[in-house]
């Protein structure tokens, strides 16, 4: 894990800015009357927000065991407000709103 942490520039940072996003998510809610509905505004807002974590998996069926990185971010405070917006603005944004990988088949 270690290698893959330096491989691709991941630092540890002293602060949580958790709470620093969700004031800026709020704010924006408050100016966008005109995008989304204040009465949805309040249920794009997560109650009790989390950092996301990164947890990993090791493919141990490949050789040198590389790991596979997953990141929970259903706690972050952007995640209600990332599905309100793909789900009803996806026709007006024509690019894919996830990345995959490009060895990935569907």
């Known amino acids: 894990m270690y290698e893959f942490l330096q491989e691709n520039s991941i630092k540890q940072i002293n602060k949580d800015p958790t709470d620093k996003y969700q004031k800026q998510i709020h704010l ?24 996301p974590q990164l947890n990993v998996y090791i493919k141990t069926h490949k050789d040198n065991a590389p790991i596979r990185p997953v990141i929970n971010h259903t706690q972050a405070p952007s995640h209600k407000l990332a599905i309100h917006l793909n789900k009803n603005y996806e026709d007006y944004y024509p690019y894919p709103m996830h990345i995959m990988s490009p060895t990935h088949k569907k």
């Open 28 to 51: 924006v809610l408050q100016k966008s009357e005109n995008i989304i509905e204040k009465r949805v505004n309040k249920y794009l807002m997560n109650i009790k927000p989390k950092a």
